[in-house]
C-alpha cells in the first residue's frame, strides 16, 4: 500500500520492482537449466465437432515439469522465456517436439492425416526471427508429416507490428500446405482489413467472451460478430474455453461447431493423448 508522503510510495515500489527483477532472473537461469535437462514436455488438449464429438485435432501446450515446483503452466514463464533469446531454441524445440508427436500418431494410425491437424503457438520474436520458415519447414521434414497436419496460431499483436513481412511469411508457409489461425481473436487490435489479406484458416473465439457468453448479453453479441466476420471471410472456427454445456449450446446455436476446452478435456500429456485417441474420443452426449 502506497503510504501518503510519497517517500514511502518510492520505497516501496523500488523494492516491488527489484523483486520482480529478480524473480525474472531465477526464472530465467532455471529455464536455462530446464532446457538442458528434460523438463520441458508438450501437453494436448483436443478439438472437437459438435455433435459426432469426433476430435478433429489439438492444441499443442507448453508445460514445464520442474524438479521441486512440479508442473508449471506458461502463465509463470512464457514472459520470461520470449523476452530472453532463449524463445528461438525454446521455439524450435516445441516445433520439433509438435512433429514428432504427430509422426506418432501417424505411425500408429490414431490420425487421419486428411483431417487431423495440429496447432502450434508461435511467439512473435520466434515468428520474426529470419530462420522462422526454415525452422518450420525443418522440423516438417525431419519429421516427415504432411504439412497439412500442422498449423500455426499467431495472435494479431504479430500481424500488426509488420503487416508486409507478415503476409510474406504466411504465404511462403502457407504455399507449402501450413495453416494458420488466429489466436484469441478479438482480444488484439487487428482491422478487418488486414484480416483479409492474411492467409488464415481459422479464428479463435477468445476464452474470455465464451466465459460470459451465457449471462452477459455484450459478451454474447461480440460472439455473434465474430461468427458473421468468420463467415463473410470463408474462415473457419473454433471457440476456445467451454466448460459448460450452456456454452457449449449457445456457441452451437450462433453458428460455431468446432470447440476446445475443459467440457471435453484439459491439456493432457501425450501418453493420455493416444489413449483417448485410441478409446476413439469423447462419448456422444447427446
Ligand atoms: P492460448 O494459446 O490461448 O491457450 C489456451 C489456454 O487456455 C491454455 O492455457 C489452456 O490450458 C487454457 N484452457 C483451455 N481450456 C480451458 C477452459 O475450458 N477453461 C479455462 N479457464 N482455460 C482453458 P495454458 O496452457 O496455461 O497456456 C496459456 C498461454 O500460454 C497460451 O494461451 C499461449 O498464449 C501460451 N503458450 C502455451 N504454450 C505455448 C507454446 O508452446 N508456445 C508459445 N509461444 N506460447 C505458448
Ligand atoms: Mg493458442
Ligand atoms: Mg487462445
Ligand atoms: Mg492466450
Known sequence: RVKEDGRDGIAFFEQSMQTVASERLAIESELRKAFGTDQFRLYYQPQVIYGSQKILGAEALLRWHHPRRGVIAPATFIDVLEQS???FDAG?????????????LLADQLIDPETFCLSVNISPRQFRHSTFVDDVMGAIHQHAIPTRCLSLEITEGIVIENISDTIDKMNELRSHG??????DFGTGYSS?????????DLLK????????????VNDAEIIRAIIAIASSLHMDLIAEGVETREQLNFLHAQGCNQFQGYLFSPPIDEH???????????????
Open 85 to 87: 533469446s532463449l524463445i
Open 92 to 104: 524450435r524445440w516445441i516445433l520439433n517436439k509438435a512433429c514428432q508427436c504427430i509422426a506418432g
Open 178 to 183: 501450413v495453416h494458420f489461425s488466429i489466436d
Open 192 to 200: 478487418l482489413s488486414y484480416l483479409k489479406r492474411l492467409p488464415v
Open 205 to 216: 473465439i477468445d476464452q474470455s467472451f465464451v466465459r460470459d457468453s451465457t449471462n452477459n
Open 272 to 286: 493420455s493423448f493416444r489413449t483417448l485417441l485410441l478409446t476413439g474420443g469423447f462419448e456422444q452426449q447427446h
